[in-house]
């Protein structure tokens, strides 16, 4: 089972700043968070993942808490190709395994 | 980044047929590969996760006899779908992991669009 909860569905305005959220209360020490989104009859594609600090690459950045039971993915200026499914996802960074998605959060994204 | 390619990008056979779905990493070399089924509206499922010249491991509930993977080389791996019916219509997607560089980033395919008919 997916170790993260993310909300079904978000709506933002093109221009506007897409916040993201995901709950994963059970993270391990070793364990990152991990953000892909795929669009429509795509494969998943890598935005951005982060152990405890924050980050942030040309695509998004990644909020995490003091705690790390939670994060916040940020796409700073949303346009109408950032629709797609937004997958939040927690693993071992150093076991190698697969990555396993839950339900992801549909974000649509509109002029 | 990584780029992973998979052929063909589409297929449509008839009922009872094989059908075999190839999976490449073309800038990296592939230690671990990962093959996932996705329904529509559904999440990515993952069916199987194969090491070069190793036996693939199979999630629960996923056929080995069905869908044949081989990982014979560290860009190459290939699913066969054998006896294919209209249930197995879906989207293939294979997934590489890079081990050589420390980081084990999983680099995804554009998938394949299997229909039965």
């Known amino acids: 089972d997916a170790k993260t909860t993310q909300p079904p569905s978000m709506d933002c305005a093109e221009g506007r700043a897409a916040n993201l959220p995901c709950n994963h209360s059970?993270?391990?020490?070793?364990?990152?968070v991990y953000w892909y989104r795929q669009i429509h009859s795509q494969g998943p594609q890598y935005i951005i993942h982060?152990?405890?600090n924050n980050e942030t690459n040309e695509m998004a950045s990644l909020i995490i808490t003091e705690d790390r039971k939670s994060s916040t993915l940020i796409l700073p200026h949303a346009t109408l190709r950032d629709t797609a499914v937004y997958y939040c996802i927690v693993r071992d960074g150093e076991a190698g395994t697969a990555l396993i998605f839950g339900k992801g959060t549909t974000l649509s994204v509109s002029s | 980044g990584a780029v992973v390619s998979q052929h063909p990008s589409r297929v449509i056979c008839k009922s009872g047929t094989s059908v075999k779905i190839e999976c490449r990493s073309l800038?990296?070399?592939?230690?671990?590969m990962f093959w996932y089924r996705q329904f529509p509206k559904q999440s990515l499922m993952l069916m199987a996760t194969s090491n070069e010249g190793s036996k693939a491991t199979y999630e629960q509930g996923v056929e080995k006899d069905k869908f044949l993977i081989n990982h014979a080389s560290l860009t190459l791996s290939t699913l066969t779908v054998t006896s294919a019916h209209p249930e197995d219509s879906s989207f293939y997607i294979c997934?590489?992991?890079?081990?050589?560089?420390?980081?084990?980033?999983?680099?995804f395919g554009p998938g394949t669009r299997l229909t039965v008919l």
């Open positions: 800038d990296f070399q592939a230690t671990t």
């Open positions: 982060g152990l405890k």
């Open positions: 997934s590489a992991r890079d081990g050589t560089s420390g980081l084990n980033e999983q680099f």
């Open positions: 059970t993270i391990s020490g070793n364990e990152y």
